[in-house]
């Protein structure tokens, strides 16, 4: 997350320095050299800024009487005065005005960023996400069609399910699992006024016998048990659209079938030698390796042609993004819709969400959010709810296979839990190094089985940073 603050100062000389040295420093920074101006930042910025570092005299003003009127447009802001008058008066009114901290303008510039860092920390823990997000003509192209996101790759996929709703083509949609596929099989089909009918294939369990049944229908007598006609649903949906998910997963005598009924647009009912004539419209979703599967000989050319006429890739959520605050706000509201508890997200919540690869998608991330609105006590997601796997530096790449990533990241995730703990005199200082919670740190050394490594090595709890009472520069 980057930090804006706001700087208010009636030197202006000194104003400039401080800003030039904050954005060096990484921070985004707005300026102001008046009470007035200051105030009038504040009322403006949709959002607090994490901190406002204010001049203790300014315009010949108290400055604290500046901080009172701050925080009676903002009651929540963190505002940290700073002054060369170091009286214990100036101190004591600061204080009381509701100022977070006091700071010597002669503090050296390594003491005064780490004052300042911690302050934007406790800006994220406390600031919350509450507001659903403004859509732009991305957002509303993606929204049209019952999706939710605002990313440029999500609209063109978009655009090109909406393109491709007027042809009868058959459409191949790839991605991973969760990204959404049935959704863009829906968009495709919108407008047509017969049936839409979902089939996974995997549920066949490789069995062509099965696929018949469900997709070419059953005449009477052809077996035991089938004591009437049953029509399948090539032709139930008339000219209506089939989606055929995970259809990698069928066998080669199922995909022979499957080829015959394309190429001749005719079925013939198990136990039947009539053949009935189909016009329905096939959309079909594999998983993004069907190539590598014919390369492999797992998939048959010939039915990888005939899918393969119109294309539509899903990218996976990692590489949208922008899409998982979107989601997270969505899934949020529609728990509360729901009748479960409405929660919020912390700012820092969010971060540790962003940085996620989402190996299971959006599937994935509904399932965490509805979990953490269960779970959590309060009303609002701090990171100390969430699990350890989203507090590990995840690798670049997140391809492959969902067991194969939990086990890198488990792997990694003990080996920087064992570092911190090597380089760290006490469990709290590894959870600093870490950069998580304590409570967070405990629940990886029990995961991991390293509580008895660490028995005798409790830190004691540091002490928070005291307001001060009085001081003089030497």
């Not at 963190?78 to 009286?87: A, E, P, V």
């Not at 406790?122 to 991305?138: G, V």
């Not at 066998?251 to 004539?277: C, D, F, H, N, Y």
């Not at 989402?358 to 969430?386: C, F, K, M, Y």
Request: charged share 30%; proline share 3%.
């Amino acid at each position: 997350m980057i930090h804006r603050l706001l700087v208010v100062d009636d030197h202006a000389l000194f104003l400039e320095l401080t800003r030039q040295f904050l954005e060096r420093s990484g921070y985004e920074v707005d300026t102001a050299s008046s009470a007035d101006e200051a105030i009038k930042l504040v009322r403006r910025n949709g959002r607090r800024y994490s901190l406002v570092i204010l001049d203790y005299i300014l315009d010949k003003r108290d400055g604290a009487d500046v901080a009172k009127e701050i925080l009676a447009v903002r009651p929540e802001q963190f505002i940290l005065i700073y002054s060369n008058d170091l009286s214990r008066e100036a101190i004591r009114k600061s204080w009381k005005a509701g100022a977070v901290e006091f700071v010597d303008k002669g503090t050296k510039e390594d003491a005064f960023l780490e004052v300042i860092k911690k302050w934007c920390e406790r800006h994220e823990d406390s600031e919350q996400i509450r507001n659903p997000l403004s859509l732009d003509e991305s957002g509303k192209l993606i929204q049209s069609i019952g999706m939710v996101g605002v990313s440029p790759q999500l609209a063109e996929v978009v655009g090109l399910a909406l393109r491709y709703r007027q042809e009868p083509s058959t459409v191949l949609v790839l991605g991973e699992s969760g990204t959404g596929k049935e959704m863009i099989a829906l968009a495709l089909h919108g407008g047509n006024n017969h049936p839409f009918r979902a089939v996974n294939c995997a549920s066949y369990n490789g069995e062509a016998t099965l696929m018949e049944s469900e997709l070419f229908g059953i005449e009477k007598d052809s077996f035991t048990g089938a004591n009437r006609d049953k029509k399948g649903v090539f032709e139930e949906v008339g000219r209506g659209t089939v989606f055929l998910d995970e259809i990698h997963t069928l066998s080669l005598r199922a995909q022979q079938k499957l080829l015959r009924v394309l190429q001749e647009k005719t079925i013939r009912p198990v136990g039947s030698t009539r053949e009935t004539r189909v016009f329905f419209r096939l959309v079909a979703a594999s998983k993004p390796n069907l190539e590598a599967m014919v390369q492999k000989g797992d998939f048959m050319l010939d039915l990888y042609y005939r899918l393969n006429v119109l294309r539509i890739e899903v990218p996976s959520l990692r590489e949208r993004k922008e899409d998982i605050l979107p989601l997270i706000l969505h899934f949020a509201a529609k728990n509360a819709r729901d009748g479960k508890k409405a929660v919020t997200f912390h700012t820092k919540t969010i971060d540790y969400l962003r940085r996620y690869p989402w190996p299971g998608n959006v599937r994935e991330l509904e399932n965490t959010i509805e979990q953490l609105s269960a779970t959590v006590t309060g009303d609002a997601v701090g990171p100390d709810d969430l699990d350890a796997k989203f507090f590990v530096q995840h690798p670049r790449n997140c391809g492959g296979t969902v067991s194969s990533l939990r086990e890198e990241v488990s792997e990694l995730t003990r080996e920087r839990v064992v570092a911190a703990l090597e380089k760290s005199s006490s469990q709290r200082e590894a959870a600093r190094r870490l950069g998580v919670a304590h409570s967070t740190f405990h629940r990886l050394l029990q995961h991991f089985g390293l509580a008895d490594r660490v028995k005798g090595k409790r830190g004691r709890r540091p002490k928070e940073p005291n307001f001060p009472t009085s001081g003089r520069r030497k």
